[in-house]
């Protein structure tokens, strides 16, 4: 067990919780699913540097406890609080089935396995699983957004594209500034923040969030 | 070299022949602790069987020869298979390159003739079974022939002592992930085909809901006891090939190994046992999506080996 | 080679004497069934005769003189091999005809009908030693010809008429579109119709000039062999047609494409990988959808002729393997892959031959095909039980019969060939194995529902009919079990029968380089072990069981046990459609089952009913508009062309039953054909979706705008990926790393 195949069963782990995010039925065990995915992610960075046997530096020590704190904690529990405050219903209802849309998921996992070998990535990457995880995340994050019917689950759906491109950015974790990636984290933030605003109200205004009723929402 | 051979094979065949009801006394006696009671004596199954082979028989007006043959020809398809598929050393009977797909298809045998005797008795009750039993079936074909793939790329080899075996030991340091997630499928396969919760649930009462029991509702006697011998066979014959998988033992461990084995043996049915005794039957809709499940696991497990070992 | 022209003569010469001998009906059929199965036993001599003695190419071709050019005749060992499987199909169908033709209604036309059969026979026989492609296609032509006059053979039916009809059409339209473009273009390059200049042309062609070829006859032969979506003929035909005729066509009729593929391949020398990836992806689709499409049928032919588009899927994943170890040089996987193929094509010609004689049998015993009606035949017919049981277990692909054996060789050459190749090409190989695998386990379910509903359990319907199945039909049944049962044991005799096959096949595979090919199918011998332990436990097992009984004090008879329910009737019994309906709707978004439903309702409810229905989307969804199409436009051509009344043509065209004559009667025939019964126009599958999606985007949907965005963010990565350069070789992962690859930078 060295940290290689650690590293590699974390992500592989990802994966498998992008499709049970796909299976569940209950909008509460999808949140927490996506808070369990989370925190795995923040961790990753540290195990890497760890693993390289170095003591992990103010970067990646902030990019983790930025994404724990956020991903991990906070977002979850505003979501779930919605789901608790806004008396909505649990179950979870997709346009595609579950069963087809995990075909879906791991139709698309597969796929970006196929995708990422071509290309042009840095080669010294803490994994080689890496590219095609990230990029699986990111569209099961979209499939997730697509196919689903309740405005909370297209939130998720939106966390988990996001942790996608986390992943992406871990590629090039030592290049990147430590500003833009507490950018992103603030965007992120204020984005889901707004959205669960908006979700509660809408909650509040049409006794539903049903997204798929609201196209037929017209100005008189 | 075969005197010395036939000295070790053969009491470990007896043991592995003797072994199956004792693991289903094993998993009743866990349900037994969970629910807090004594449970039946350790050699209970063993009791019920001999018991069965001395009673009578009552055939049902309706049925055939085919009915008679049911029990048997799934009893004799997996005894077939148990001299292919290692259980306690890694050694087997009959080995040779391309034995996974004779294995597959002798379960498969077995199936078809347990269905056909259930049909054969014209009771909807024992059809509803039978269509759950081959709609399931279908669906953990799949699985179980992509987990098959998965050995075989990583240890280059067709024959299923070999794919099981040292080599595979070896391909764990490589493509770890990927051999964990042929053990999820491995499971949910092995708890798919021995109907087992939480697909199909042993110990139901409503015939409406059950799977295996109620394909079986009319055998009695002996073929009762063969059917049961049979189903416990295809439990520790399903369960070698996940321990084999997931726990690979490399070379050279002898009788520690099979010590090990059994007690590895055992305690899978100490885990099917607490499975069954906190988990629910999942409701029949959702049970394709449990064993798409499998397949998908093992498709990425596909996907892992074939990136990794052609870079 | 003179055993062949012997064979051709003896069945010329039958056809003859029936056709003379019309005064007599009866004497005249059984004459030519006499002279049919004569010459079949002859044909399995002469591939026998070829098998044991390869000699020179010499000795085993013939040529004469015609008037437009040298008609040639040669056998090889592909030759041998269909030869062998004619045969061994053609002896029990003659004898299964003498006993059809009993029947008093057919009485007249038996003559006719014998000597179609031989002549049928006689041009199949043609077909496979032709060595010229004038040869080729006047006998293909030909045999067409026959198979559509015995299809047709009942043709008061319409629903007879429009099977034949649409066979004629299918494989005329493959002919004509596909096969005479490849061969005249081919005979045009190389000056000569022989398939030896054929075949020297050939090695000569550029990558992308072969695969046009390849591709046009994989087209033109996969019409005739019934690739997904070319196979709406068969379950058209099949039903239609005398049993002993379907178990023909599908048995070897078909099999004919499958002969023309691979002789096309013998010329080609090194097939594009992405040609091979083609024939194998079209294989395993066929083979799924086959399998998928009977599980859904209710009539018992129908459904076998679906298992026939399953069967040739299977075939084709077999040949897809071998062309891909051909084209990436790993001999024993093409090797294996060939082999597999040429055993699936004897062995379904034998088991779906059985089944289909068997199912014929059915008819003939209890008056009709309706799996739903039938119930509890074992007690009344138990050897029909028991060859279609035995014929079951072998389409199944289970031990210890003969499907086992050839399926074992095509997983093995998949499972060979995934390690031996890397990327796309692994990945294809995979999905066929997945697909491979799939296919096993659905037609065990679809055999699974066929026999128990139709041979066990009690009988549905009182007052079906109970005939006494002649005993030539028995007969012929047991002399196509007999072989299904020996392949099966014994595949390590059967096998090496393969090589000559497969040795015209890959080339590169001389006599010399043997011994890759004989360690490769070593194993074979296993299967018999296995299969000897197998019947052994059995055997075993059955003595104990009487040892057991011995002891019985109380085996009295009982009523099944109703699970407490008193007063169970036959009707209670599960039914075929309901058998298959859990296994229907989890694959509903691939067959789009229809079920019409009148619910139970209030309190003194009207008479309820359930249907259910699974149309052909290829037939519905795809062919029909493209016929109809073809029909409008011809129609357009036929106002414009034609000076005289165009009122008069559009009525001309519609009239129903009768056969309108010119041109596109056939083609708007079979466009009308496709349309459901009962007038209602069905709103397309495809059609649905996009009218939908359309509405939906109209509206505004947020959901389909982010699909679209979704699709183009996929197409983007994907174009990314393949425009940019791969990057160069990583470095091999070395199975026990310590050290993550930074550190070693460092």
């Keep these: 067990m060295n940290t290689q195949m650690i590293v590699d069963s974390v992500l592989v782990l990802v994966i498998l919780l992008d499709l049970a995010m796909l299976a569940v039925s209950r909008l509460a065990t999808c949140i927490r699913l996506f808070a369990l995915q989370s925190l795995l992610l923040a961790l990753l960075p540290l195990a890497a540097t760890t693993g390289r046997g170095e003591i992990p530096g103010l970067h990646e020590i902030t990019v983790a406890a930025g994404a724990l704190g956020l991903k991990v904690i906070l977002l979850p529990r505003i979501l779930l609080r919605i789901i608790r405050t806004g008396e909505i219903h649990q179950e979870i209802e997709p346009f595609i089935g579950f069963t087809a849309s995990v075909l879906v998921g791991a139709g698309l996992v597969i796929g970006s396995f196929a995708v990422t070998r071509g290309l042009p990535l840095p080669v010294d990457r803490i994994s080689d699983f890496l ?90 | 070299m075969s005197v010395l051979r036939a000295l070790t094979v053969l009491p470990e065949a007896a043991v592995v022949l003797a072994l199956p009801p004792m693991l289903m006394s094993v998993i009743a006696k866990t349900k037994a602790w969970f629910a807090g009671r004594v449970g039946p004596p350790w050699l209970q199954p063993y009791y019920d069987m001999l018991k069965l082979l001395r009673k009578g028989t009552v055939y049902s007006r309706t049925t055939t020869w085919v009915f008679r043959a049911g029990p048997i020809v799934n009893l004799a398809a997996l005894l077939t298979a148990a001299t292919m598929i290692p259980v306690l050393s890694g050694d087997v009977l009959l080995g040779f390159p391309g034995d996974v797909v004779l294995v597959a298809y002798l379960f498969a045998l077995g199936r078809l003739f347990t269905v056909l005797a259930a049909m054969d008795t014209g009771s909807s009750f024992e059809g509803m079974g039978a269509s759950r039993e081959v709609t399931f079936g279908t669906m953990s074909e799949p699985a179980l022939f992509l987990s098959f793939v998965v050995l075989a790329v990583a240890t ?94 490399a070379a050279g461990w002898g009788a520690v190994g099979v010590l090990l084995r059994l007690l590895e043996l055992g305690l899978l049915a100490v885990v099917v046992g607490a499975i069954e005794s906190t988990m629910a039957r999942l409701r029949l809709n959702r049970v394709p999506l449990f064993l798409a499940g499998a397949s998908v696991l093992s498709g990425l497990a596909t996907a892992i080996v074939l990136v990794r070992s052609h870079g | 080679m003179s055993l062949v022209l012997v064979v051709l003569a003896i069945l010329v010469a039958s056809a003859a004497l029936a056709l003379s001998l019309g005064r007599a009906p009866r004497p005249a059929a059984t004459v030519a069934l006499a002279g049919g199965a004569l010459a079949s036993g002859l044909v399995i001599a002469a591939a026998a005769s070829g098998f044991v003695s390869p000699a020179d190419a010499a000795a085993r071709s013939v040529a004469w003189g015609m008037p437009l050019g040298t008609a040639r005749l040669a056998t090889d060992g592909l030759s041998d091999w269909f030869l062998l499987s004619i045969g061994l199909v053609g002896l029990p169908v003659c004898l299964y005809s003498w006993g059809y033709l009993r029947d008093p209604g057919a009485h007249g036309q038996a003559p006719v009908f014998a000597a179609l059969l031989c002549l049928l026979l006689a041009f199949l026989v043609v077909l496979v030693c032709a060595d010229d492609a004038v040869v080729f296609l006047v006998a293909w032509e030909a045999m067409t010809l026959c198979a559509f006059l015995l299809v047709g053979f009942h043709d008061r039916r319409p629903e007879a008429r429009r099977g034949a009809w649409m066979y004629l059409v299918a494989t005329h339209l493959g002919t004509a579109l596909f096969l005479v473009p490849m061969f005249v273009y081919l005979a045009g390059r190389a000056g000569t119709t022989s398939f030896a200049g054929l075949r020297g042309i050939c090695a000569t062609l550029g990558p992308a000039e072969s695969a046009v070829v390849f591709v046009l006859g994989l087209l033109g032969f996969g019409t005739k062999a019934g690739f997904v979506p070319m196979h709406v003929w068969l379950p058209a035909a099949h ?64 459904l076998l002729a679906y298992h026939s588009v399953e069967n040739i899927g299977i075939i084709g994943l077999a040949i897809g393997v071998g062309m891909l170890g051909q084209a990436t040089g790993h001999m024993p996987v093409a090797a294996l892959g060939y082999a597999g193929a040429l055993l699936h094509v004897l062995n379904h010609a034998l088991f779906k031959a059985l089944l289909f004689l068997s199912a014929g049998a059915i008819v003939r015993h209890a008056g009709t095909g309706q799996i739903d009606r039938l119930g509890g035949l074992a007690r009344t017919a138990p050897w029909n039980a028991f060859c279609f049981l035995l014929g079951a277990v072998a389409i199944c692909g289970l031990p210890p019969l003969n499907g086992f054996v050839s399926e074992w060789l095509i997983f093995g050459a998949l499972l060979s060939g995934t390690f031996h190749s890397a990327g796309a090409i692994a990945a294809a190989q995979v999905v066929g194995l997945v697909g491979l695998s799939l296919m096993g386990a659905l037609a065990l379910a679809c055999f699974a529902k066929v026999f128990a509903v139709v041979f066990l359990g009690e009988p549905r319907e009182a007052g079906l009919p109970r005939e006494t199945i002649p005993g030539a039909m028995t007969a012929a049944m047991v002399m196509l079990a007999v072989p299904c049962v020996v392949i099966g044991l014994l595949p390590g005799v059967v096998l090496p029968l393969t090589l000559g096959g497969v040795r015209a096949l890959v080339p590169g595979l001389s006599r010399a380089v043997q011994s890759p090919l004989a360690e490769v199918l070593a194993p074979a011998g296993w299967i018999s072990g296995v299969a000897v332990v197998l019947l052994g436990v059995t055997v075993l097992l059955v003595m104990l069981r009487r040892r057991l009984r011995r002891s019985d004090v109380s085996s009295a008879p009982a009523p099944t046990w109703g699970c407490g329910y008193a007063f169970p009737t036959a009707r209670m019994q599960y039914t075929a459609s309901s058998f298959a309906w859990d296994l229907v709707t989890d694959f509903r978004r691939v067959l789009w089952p229809e079920r019409r439903w009148a619910p139970v309702s209030e309190a003194f409810p009207r008479p309820a009913a359930l249907e259910s229905h699974t149309p052909d989307l290829a037939e519905l969804e795809l062919l029909a508009p493209l016929f109809r199409g073809v029909a409008r436009a011809a129609a357009i051509v036929r106002t414009l062309t034609w000076s005289g009344d165009p009122v008069a043509a559009a009525v001309l065209e519609s009239s129903e039953g009768t056969c309108a004559p010119g041109p596109h009667a056939g083609v708007s025939l079979v466009a009308r054909g496709m349309e459901l019964p009962g007038g209602r126009a069905r709103i397309g599958l495809l059609r649905h979706v996009v009218r939908a999606s359309l509405h939906a985007l109209r509206r505004g949907s947020i959901h389909v705008r982010l699909a679209y965005l979704a699709a183009t963010l996929i197409v983007l990565f994907a174009i990314e990926a393949a425009v940019s350069p791969r990057p160069a070789p990583r470095r091999a992962p070395s199975p026990a790393r310590g050290i993550a690859p930074n550190e070693v930078q460092r």
């Design chain 1, 131 to 220: 590219p095609p995880v990230s990029a699986a995340t990111i569209l099961v994050g979209l499939l997730i957004l697509i196919s689903r019917v309740k405005a909370v689950t297209q939130v998720v759906g939106f966390l988990v594209m996001e942790n996608g491109i986390y992943l992406f950015g871990l590629l090039l974790l030592e290049q990147t500034p430590l500003l833009v990636e507490l950018g992103i984290l603030l965007d992120l933030f204020v984005g889901v923040f707004i959205m669960a605003i908006v979700v509660y109200h809408i909650r509040r205004e049409f006794d539903h969030m049903d997204t798929h009723l609201l196209d037929t929402l017209k100005e008189a």
């Design chain 2, 156 to 249: 280059k080899s067709l024959e299923l002592s070999e794919m099981v075996g040292p080599p595979l030991a070896i391909a764990w340091k490589s493509v770890g992930p990927a051999m964990l997630l042929v053990a999820g499928a491995l499971t949910i396969v092995l708890l798919a085909e021995t109907c087992r919760i939480p697909v199909d649930d042993p110990a139901t009462h409503l015939e409406l809901t059950m799977i295996h029991e109620v394909m079986v509702l009319d055998h009695s006697g002996p073929d009762f006891a063969f059917i049961s011998y049979a189903a416990a066979l295809k439990f520790m014959l399903l369960g070698s090939l996940l321990l084999h998988v997931a726990l690979p033992h």
């Design chain 3, 239 to 302: 039903p239609v047609a005398p049993t002993p005729i379907s178990a023909l066509l599908s048995g070897i009729v078909v099999k004919t494409g499958i002969y023309g593929l691979l002789r096309l391949l013998t010329w080609l020398p090194a097939p594009h990988p992405l040609c091979a990836v083609l024939v194998l992806l079209v294989g395993t689709g066929s083979g799924v959808l086959g399998v998928l499409y009977a599980v859904a049928q209710h009539d018992l032919k129908r």
